[in-house]
């Protein structure tokens, strides 16, 4: 795998992968939304009628107040408090349906962009084909923090961790947890290309 962005015309980013690469990262991101948005709380109070403050809907007060006891979600949604829980409760009470629509929304953004370069549907043979992307600003803001999110949640399946090289080294090459942390180091090159693609003056 050694697919990446360059520097396109007009300070647009270009990317170009092999059709089974621009699958894979469908199908990593498709999960994220997913995650994201299973169990994901309602905006607004049940039974609002006309008559409640609009803004109370708009910031969703009922919202969570509890960490996620999923790990990957716990790390995707994290405390804004480490210290002090009964604030942390607070701050996630509003804010944390706005982040899980902002993440889906980024990961939603990433798959729209592959389908409209050409990546076939789900489902469908995507054979030899390369699929070209061209990005814009709001394009590789989506992607960064979107591919942020998906190499943080195969870290946390994973297990990795600082210094853990000789680990995974020593795994055998037909490992499915050696592939996924080949994945991960690549998804880490992919985005090291966009973020030098991005800001290449």
């Not at 795998?1 to 699958?23: C, I, K, Y």
């Not at 055998?172 to 991005?198: C, H, K, M």
């Amino acid at each position: 795998m050694t697919s990446g962005f360059v520097r396109g015309r007009q300070g647009r980013v270009q990317g170009e992968f092999a059709a089974l690469e621009a699958d894979l990262i469908r199908h990593l991101v498709s999960q994220v939304v997913e995650l994201v948005s299973d169990d994901a709380p309602h905006a607004g109070r049940p039974g609002a009628g006309a008559s409640e403050d609009p803004l109370a809907g708009l910031l969703d007060f009922d919202g969570p107040v509890d960490s996620p006891d999923d790990p990957v979600l716990a790390r995707l949604l994290p405390d804004a408090y480490r210290d002090d829980d009964e604030a942390a409760g607070e701050f996630r009470r509003f804010t944390e349906r706005s982040m899980r629509d902002q993440k889906a929304g980024n990961g939603r953004a990433v798959v729209s962009s592959l389908t409209g370069a050409g990546l076939p549907a789900v489902g469908e043979d995507v054979g030899d084909a390369v699929v070209e992307l061209e990005l814009g600003p709001a394009d590789v803001q989506a992607w960064l923090r979107c591919l942020t999110d998906v190499r943080l949640a195969l870290a946390i399946r994973l297990g990795v961790e600082e210094g853990d090289e000789d680990y995974w080294d020593a795994l055998p090459d037909d490992s499915p947890q050696a592939y996924l942390r080949d994945v991960y180091d690549w998804l880490g090159f992919v985005q090291e290309t966009l973020v030098a693609a991005a800001w290449r003056s």
